[in-house]
């Protein structure tokens, strides 16, 4: 889960890592005064989760009301790379000399948290990561002991940060380590940190990613999250009903159980030169309501031609599974879009019996099943 | 032969009282594991389905002699629960099955593994089965079969899949050892394969790995330098985009490109491991190289 700017640095502020004076605004009026309050120039930022808002148009520099007022009456509303912009952060520009990057996430390899520092911050820092490797400094921090004071120092000095600023920008570090600790965070970064011509240190940007697993004890983020929830109609459905669901371009609904074996499903769909619309998994032990409402959210995606369900029941049942679909296509006059079934694994024998034949074609391979839910897609586009 | 799990082994099931638990436990009784005890703190003295439940792991260790543990406990205290397994004497294998438990507290987990030789697998995972022996978990045992494949994968359903294609065609495990889908996790591909390795009786290893980190790639150069024993492989995932976390919280190709299928499949076939389009074409793999 990931928190929008304004509630990442609003958690950063809490926590004692400068950041500029900011306002957020849902109205072009509101982001006016908010300008005036804080004096030009001032910073208009899009509040979405999108990479590179900056050269999408959703970031401006303004310098007087007029400006301002064109640049909020552009960004609010606008869509940007299909997220639709509701509301902008107000923020007070600040003139630097230098921008760092700075940040803690989880590295999966060593099963240990890593604090980075570099001096090329400012622009996208997996791009360095990928081009100029030597220029992050890592430290890696044992769980059991915490970010110790000297690790910060070894890690902000490593990176080649100037001595004047080199306490400052570790006492950062340490409050984002500290952040990431007490909040459950999987990614806690400030990219840029300014430096300003007389040594000031401030988080021009805020990232914090929350560990999902997590927000069942971090209450605050949870109801930020919220908040932060954005995606498409769809996609606070399938929230709603507790799916792992993904949105893909493709025509051919994809309904399965577990996610190997969903991606697997999504892939032989590619694979047999079909395109898949989503990514759906029940999860397991799926109770026949459940996939009903399965096959309730993939009909509502305008996109879907075809359906295919593919269950290898474990500890899902394959007659749980029939009387769901059942359930599902008998209260149609007419199936909206021709369904695949393949049942194997627990019960599945007694599942084939149950699926109503009328209703929905039965496939008894995975490869089959595919290849039958690619071909019904293909036959609605031509 | 096999690996983790025989004959000898004796399970305690932390969480017997919860109602996966005790449905489980039943099963695995019916497959014919010795699950020997139960712990549950506060319940020490019941019974469910036969078994005696004790308060605490080290007591159900030390009266019945267990030597595996298997935990069903929720997310919030599964962490708590592989400590007390790590920490308990007697026992050297502990499997998680429990989705969902935050990632830091793995991290601390994972900090403790490395001091001691006990094996964890999971969490987030389906378990372990020697078919025909035991099973540690929650895989469905009638669709396993007794042979000399040994298997190993980050998902549950899909290793069904894959063991349905190899029964189906009279290939039988060895031992299946679900890993788990979550970003860190105690056994991993690489201790797996090792295992594998020293098996006399896996001929073949058959690896299902996906999206997301980097475990698969140094799984492929771990095969390429240290294995006699041949492996066949299957990536899920390939139509994955950047960005997008596929159900399991370790399925997720990230943003700078790192954890893509492609990636992984390159990795294993450069290291002499033949990779299949399908399930089925795994099936074909293990046949041509046993």
Known sequence: ???????????????????????????VDEAVDAAEDIGYPVAIKAQVHVGGRGKAGGIKLVESKEEAREAADAILGMDLKGYHVSKVLVEEAVDFVNELYVGVTMDRGEGKPVAMVSTKGGVNIEEVAEEDPDAIAREHIDPAFGMHPYQARKVVYEAGVDRDVANDVASVLTTLYQLWDDRDGSDVEVNPLMITSDDEVIAADAVMNIDDDALFRQPELAEMSEEAAEGDELEQKADEYGFDYVRLSGNVGIIGNGAGLVMTTLDLVDYYGGEPANFLDVGGGAKADRIANALDMVFSDDNVDSVVFNIFGGITRGDEVAQGINQALEQFDEIPKPVTVRLAGTNAEEGMEILNEDLVTVEYTLEDAVQRAVEYAKEVQA | MSVLVDEDTRVVVQGITGGEGKFHTEQMLEYGTNVVAGAVPGRG?????????????QQAAREEDANASVVFVPPAFAADACFEAMDAKGLDLVVAITEGVPTQDMARVYRKLQETDTYLVGPNCPGLITPGVAKLGILPGNIFSSGNVGLVSRSGTLTYQVVDNLTERGLGQSTAIGIGGDPIIGTDFIDALELFEND??????????EIGGEDEEEAARYIGEHMDTPVAGFIAGRTAPPGKRMGHAGAIVSGSGTGTAESKI????????????TPEEVADHIEDLL
């Open chain 1, 1 to 27: 889960m990931r928190l929008h700017e304004y509630q990442a640095k609003q958690v950063f502020a809490d926590a004692g890592v400068p950041t500029p004076a900011s306002q957020l605004a849902e109205t």
């Open chain 2, 45 to 57: 003295g019941q019974e469910v389905a036969g078994v005696p439940v004790y308060d605490t792991v």
């Open chain 2, 200 to 209: 006399p009786d896996t001929h073949a290893v058959a690896m299902c790995g």
């Open chain 2, 266 to 277: 390159s990795a294993l076939e450069d290291n002499g491991v033949p990779v299949g389009d």
